[in-house]
DNA sequence: GTGAAAGCGCTAACAA
DNA sequence: TTGTTAGCGCTTTCAC
């Protein structure tokens, strides 16, 4: 069924249809019923590519998520964000354009976006300290928001985050607090700026702390189990291991349990672990019951706004740049129990 | 850039030029030439909305994945899948469609999709044991192709699938002939067929073995890593508590680390743990260094294939439903040692 | 309040 | 080998 059928079906003309659908003033109320309730009937959709092609305007955002590497798995988090996004978009009448592209021809993927005129705006996902996409987009003049920030652009750009050096920080002094003075980072790919930031914020605490910061027990690595795994039980064979670890997303955390468990120590109780992947997660004993989310409720809703956001760029372009900065949620607290010193328990391997 | 200024720009009909650029052979070599060089030059890319409407196809394949549950978090394996899917598209001139949709509209959804002319085809994640999609689709006349299999369904379909049943027996028997006879299995919502079928694998095995299926050390639930953990932790408390652990999913699996790691077992040593989410894993103290890929490389394989089988229904749908059904990847058997009776050693809470 | 007609950017008969 | 023309399904000016 299209305009056309439908308008002959109510000998009407196209342009009274079209008009009673898309809620025009100047048609009589009766018409706009007896069209409405037609176009129901008939389960009537216009069809994308032509209105698309009439008002000049896709319908559609980009969501590019790039892939680094042939090991790694796509991070969960795209898809917490994207579930988020999706929702505000399907509300709007927007479709969701995946594109995955390799690290390589990315610059190419924005390009093709905009020229075949298949988006009306971008999600930019997994900035790098060094991205060049800020400029590139600007030139091409797509909007776009990016789910992260890029440090050392001198632009300006909209953006969501999540507050991942504070979070990183809150987390590294309460493993401090708690007598820990030999904490592991295992991170992403310091290129990456979620990465790069949870470093700084990592060695802030402990700079704050005046504890030293030890570069062999920091990882910096895919996003892996194997990464998980390996640093840990290479940094277990240490003299004087981590009694406490922090570890950048819940995949690489599978390995860092495995390697703690072979260990023979007890996650929580020999030794401490706190998993960020946006949502913050403590193991500790003095927890009854060790808090853990694992919703990525914070990613998800960061999908929402980051969507809404792009929606009113695009709506009206001389917008000045908007940005969001989340705070990760971290419900301990209260359950933390009494600080005392950590003391490192025979490792039997 | 347009088609009507770049054939201005060479002073040729914009016939020519679209024939040009697609490869129609009755264009000169020499104006073809001349044709790409212009375009290369001048980065034209024809619209695509434009392009769809003339042609009646979309260039555009949609991905539905359904949400059943606010907590639980996008299943990882749809993000490598689809990563498979994508490599193909975009070497096709294919777009990806990403369509979340919660259980209730998603009958909707694909009416939608097939009504606004959105895409060609879709593939279906996530299939039920009694799932209404086979014949809603085939109603709708849109090609489609199916992430796994509907059991219930009469009527014939294309589908790509992991053979979840074999993978399951097969780990779960491995487990009996390491002498486990108490395995607890850690499974999905029994309603998605993935899950039904692990369950079936299982009991296969545990009926082969003659070994007696205890509904207490089985749950089934969202894939969740509280799942995971609650579970497990309530299996531990029993008297005669699982020595060998089954697991869907490594989001859930990081719960039943927890459980076992705060019990003060180890895992693979006290108690082996099997992860499958679409390749296994395998965890085991007579592995020198447990096997682990995560890389759901078979996953990412099934999209390829599944991309792959669905544009050829496209390009021909008179062509019969294909199907295809993948073995996991199992990497552990050299690495098994001896069998040897389990037993349960003490739990500490 | 309604309709005729042009046009969005492309493809594909049909002509030349 | 190239060009003319109509048309894909919709929106939107302009006229009534």
Known sequence: M??????ELLELSQTTVSRALNGYPEVSESTRERVQQMARQHKYRPNTRATGLATGKAMAIGHVIPV???NEVVNPVFGEFIAGASQVYSAKGYELLLTVADS??????????????AVDGVIVHAPQVEDARVALLREIGLPFVIHGRVPTSELDYSWIDINNRRAFSQATKLLIDLGHERIALINGLEMLTFADSRKRGYS???????LKIDPTIMTSDELTEGHGYHATRNMLK????????LVSSYIVALGVQRAISQAGLRMGDDV??????????????????????????????AGVMAAQMLLNIIDDPSLAPMNQLLEARLTIGASTGPVKKKRQRHVTR
Chains 1, 2 share one sequence.
């Open 2 to 7: 299209n305009l056309k059928e439908l308008a």
């Open 68 to 70: 680094y590497s042939k």
């Open 104 to 117: 390589e021809n990315e610059q190419d993927t924005y390009r093709n976006l905009a020229a075949k005129g």
């Open 204 to 210: 802030e605490a402990m700079n704050a702390a005046g």
């Open 238 to 245: 240490l003299e004087n291991y981590p009694t406490a670890f």
């Open 272 to 301: 401490s672990v706190i998993i960020h992947d946006d949502d913050l997660s403590f193991f500790h004993n003095n927890d009854p019951e060790p808090q853990f989310t694992a919703t990525h409720s914070s990613v998800r809703e």
